[in-house]
């Protein structure tokens, strides 16, 4: 009962700051079209706007099923690409951290590669695997892979260093010293790269429905800027906004559950 309280309030003082956010940011919204009224009322659209456009205007929900639709198409092409980025990014860290040489050799490249903007390889990437669901993966990965490449490799390296001494004393190799000290030493750091992931792999994917496969939430937030649909323009940000807050909490209390069960400090 004391360790379901105490991962209870540890999941409580997670998601308070986000739901604290999310208000911030509505203040945030109002403030600046009233700050900026030369925006005006035509493109600038208000909370109050963007909930009626959604929720109580005569045409609500078609608009809502319009945005839903691609949504759906969005957060799959972002899933993929979370799933292959994350895998990449936990191998090619594990790799790093067995064989000196291995990353003495292509961290510098994988350094020099995520120094590069994205809107630059993002031609070459379309251009290798194509406009389709590969390409926006592709792209979705990359976006995912660096950042969580740094950070589980750092979580990796932070293996306490008496049990892994301990492992070897008793004949294990550095796989098994990975696989029993490494990894559940680095858990925090493998959720912590999650859950800054789960936000860049919704705009891996709108990048890459923009520029690459033309469907989803990408590809209709282009198409309203010139079709002056405002409305479906600040409804479909609002919407990824608060998806990408969802799925970052989600993933934090997945963590907050994983860590109380099996992280350092682990709830008995």
Known sequence: MRGTTTVLRRIGRFLLPLATSLI?????????????????????????????????????????????????????????GFVVGMLGALAVAALFVLYSAVRQTFMPVAMLLRSVPLVALSPIVVLIFGRGTAGVTALTAIVVFFPALVMIMTGLREAPRQAMELVTAYGGTRWTRLRLVAVPAALPSVFAAARISVPGALIGALLGEWLGSGTGLGASLVRAIPMFQYNRLWASIVVVTVVSVLLYAIVGVIENLVLARFGPNAVA
């Open 24 to 80: 911030l940011l509505l203040v945030i919204w109002t403030l600046f079209l009233r700050l900026f009224p030369q925006i005006g009322p035509r493109v600038g659209k208000t909370p109050q706007d963007v909930w009626a456009y959604l929720v109580t205007s005569a045409g609500a929900a078609t608009a809502r099923q319009a945005i839903i639709d691609d949504l759906a198409i969005t957060l799959v092409d972002a899933a993929s």
